[in-house]
């Protein structure tokens, strides 16, 4: 990279140290040295500012981390949580295709377990809507969703969505972060006739209560085919 401060490129400098860099650390292993302040200074006869700039946007990626008193060193690859993702979304993401099959879809008054996860009062209307979700044409779950009223003004008058965190993303509602919880059980006869397994069948229960920021948009009760659904958690060793 000897032309890499050409005078046509004079006012980028710290974009080509930058780049520089980047190709030089490129495969590295988390841990290795990257080039210090001092040799890229003297390499790209530049001041100091110039090169921290460049350490700075790679730092600001991720891709460089610094340590106080040791220098700057290849960073280990961010973790980001798993996306919020609806039952459509999942099962794209597994290579399947997602249908819905609406069971009901009408308002009714919050019991007192729902009132509770929607941070309402009990007997407030609440929007019920519960699902026959199927992924490559098999039933995969039962879905019973409840949303707060107030949040929604028009959605049952309005066509069925095909996707409700659309249509919540439309209205600027669309869940940011989920509390989930999941349990192993067995298939009632209804479940079992719905889900098309013999009654008794092992089942995943799932609870789901998704927020946006500080403001509780949906809470979820999902019965799952264990046989057809698996749970997948990424964890992180401790640093």
């Known amino acids: 990279m000897e032309n890499v401060l050409s005078p046509g490129g004079r006012a980028l400098k710290h974009e080509a140290i930058r780049e520089y860099v980047r190709e030089l650390v490129a495969g590295a292993v988390p841990g290795a040295p990257a080039p210090s302040e001092r040799e890229l200074v003297n390499r790209f006869g530049v001041a100091r500012m110039t090169v921290r700039q460049a350490l700075d946007a790679l730092v600001g990626e991720g891709l460089l981390e610094r340590m106080p008193g040791r220098g700057t060193f290849v960073a280990r690859p961010r973790r980001t949580a798993t996306p919020v993702l609806s039952f459509t979304e999942e099962m794209s993401r597994r290579g399947m295709v997602a249908e819905s099959q609406t069971l009901v879809l009408r308002l009714e008054q919050a019991g007192g377990g729902v009132a509770r996860a929607l941070a309402i009062t009990e007997g407030d209307a609440v929007v019920h ?27 049952l008058q309005a066509a069925v969505p095909t996707s409700l965190y659309d249509d919540l993303r439309a209205r600027g509602l669309r869940p940011g972060w989920v509390d989930e919880a999941i349990a192993a059980d067995l298939a009632s ?14 089942v ?7 927020l946006l920021e500080d403001k509780v948009i949906e809470v979820s009760r999902s019965v799952y085919r264990a046989d057809r659904y698996t749970l997948r958690v990424g964890l992180g060793g401790a640093s």
């Not at 006869?189 to 092992?202: I, N």
């Open 204 to 210: 995943l229960r799932k609870q789901r209560r998704a």
């Open 129 to 155: 809507w519960r699902r026959l979700r199927h992924a490559d044409g098999a039933p995969m779950s039962i879905e019973d969703t409840y949303l707060n009223e107030v949040l929604l003004p028009g959605f």
């Open 189 to 202: 006869p209804e479940e079992a006739q719905l889900l098309g397994v013999p009654a008794g069948s092992s």
